[in-house]
C-alpha cells in the first residue's frame, strides 16, 4: 500500500492550497481517508477525515477554511486549504484506515492502518 500526498508549498496567509494523495494497494471506495499534520515541536493533530459512506469530520480549527473530499475513480483524497494561517504550517500527512469509523474515533491516530509520507506547508505571515 502506497500514499503519496503532494500539493504543500509556501504561500502567504490568507491564501490557499490544494493537496492530494494518491492511494494504491488498497481498496480505496471503502474505508476511511483522513489528513494529519504536525508542526515543529508539537505532537501530530487530526485535520480532517472522510468516510466512504461520505461522512465527514474536521478538527475546530479548520472548520469553515478547510475542505476534504475524495474521487474514487482517481483513488484520491483532497484537502482543500483556504484562508491559510501560520498556525496552520506544518507537514501535512495521508492516512487510511481499511474500516469505516465512527467520527468519535477519526482524530486517533491508532485507527489508521497505513500513512503516507508528508508534505510541507509554510504560511508566511
Known amino acids: 500500500v ?11 496567509a490568507g491564501g490557499f492550497l490544494r493537496l492530494s494523495c494518491a492511494a494504491s494497494g488498497l481498496t480505496f471506495s471503502s474505508g476511511t481517508m483522513a489528513w494529519f499534520r504536525q ?3 508539537k505532537e501530530r493533530e487530526f485535520v480532517a477525515a472522510a468516510r466512504s459512506s461520505g461522512i465527514i469530520a ?3 480549527s479548520v472548520k469553515g477554511r478547510f475542505t ?19 498556525e496552520d504550517t506544518a507537514v501535512y500527512s495521508c492516512a487510511a484506515a481499511s474500516r469505516q469509523w ?24
Do not use: C, H
Open 68 to 86: 476534504i473530499s475524495r474521487d474514487n475513480a482517481k483513488n484520491t483524497v483532497y484537502l482543500q486549504m483556504n484562508r491559510l494561517k501560520s
Open 39 to 41: 508542526a515543529p515541536g
Open 102 to 125: 465512527i467520527t468519535e474515533v477519526f482524530a486517533q491516530n491508532s485507527r489508521y492502518d497505513y500513512w503516507g509520507q508528508g508534505t510541507q506547508v509554510t504560511v508566511s505571515s
Open 58 to 60: 474536521y478538527a475546530d
Open 2 to 12: 502506497q500514499l503519496q500526498a503532494s500539493g504543500g508549498g509556501l504561500v502567504q
